[in-house]
Nanobody, 130 residues
Framework: QVQLVESGGGLVQAGGSLRLSCAASGRTFNSYAMAWFRQHPGKEREFVAAIAWSGGSTYYTDSVKGRFTISRDNAKNTLFLQMNSLKPEDTGVYYC???????????????????????WGQGTQVTVSS
């Protein structure tokens, strides 16, 4: 069992930055690939970024490439998402997730990404005003 708790969300103006954190506890954090998802009001949860257990491999959805950076600190059991140049369409609840499938989830998948993750946090709200 892995428990995930997100923090760092808030209200920011367009063009601003936020850094999300996800604290993990329970089973060995560094054995899981990790990811960030987001959910806009009234829409399905969507994939944002993923990172391999070692941190050596990352993958982003096209809409955040060059603006967001996913990273992890295995010594502190923490996942991060640095979000720069934020846009109003980045507004949503952001969730961190853990996958036991390893590096296979760090890239394009034929399966809907949400089905590949075993554990989820409760989410943190990000609101970007125009």
């Amino acid at each position: 069992q892995v428990q995930l708790v997100e923090s760092g969300g808030g209200l920011v103006q367009a063009g601003g930055s936020l850094r999300l954190s996800c604290a993990a506890s329970g089973r060995t954090f560094n054995s899981y690939a990790m990811a960030w998802f987001r959910q806009h009001p009234g829409k399905e949860r969507e994939f944002v970024a993923a990172i391999a257990w070692s941190g050596g491999s990352t993958y982003y959805t096209d809409s955040v490439k060059g603006r967001f950076t996913i990273s992890r600190d295995n010594a502190k059991n923490t996942l991060f998402l640095q979000m720069n140049s934020l846009k109003p369409e980045d507004t949503g609840v952001y969730y961190c997730a853990a996958s036991s499938l390893g590096s296979t989830v760090v890239g394009p998948t034929t399966t809907h990404p949400t089905a590949l993750y075993d554990y989820w946090g409760q989410g943190t709200q990000v609101t970007v005003s125009s």
